[in-house]
């Protein structure tokens, strides 16, 4: 397992937060959200899905990663 943290634009709310966790276990990894701090804490299975797939998934729903 690969464990990374992200930093993602634009998440305001809880809204957000559950918009990004199911984005990412969509994705087929799992994430934790830390709205105060802006990131997204990924961990996932480098030979199941690529981080680039999942960095989609989270812009597929208008946030920023960068
Ligand atoms: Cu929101």
Known sequence: MSNVVLKV???SCG???SAV????????????????AK???VE???NKVS???IKSAI???????V
């Open 51 to 53: 981080l680039d797939a």
């Open 15 to 17: 809204h957000c937060v």
């Open 9 to 11: 634009e634009g998440m």
């Open 39 to 41: 990131t997204v804490a």
């Open 44 to 46: 996932y299975d480098e």
């Open 59 to 65: 812009e597929d729903q208008g946030y920023d990663v």
């Open 21 to 36: 966790e199911k984005a990412v276990s969509g994705a087929g990894a799992a994430a934790k959200v830390d709205l105060p």
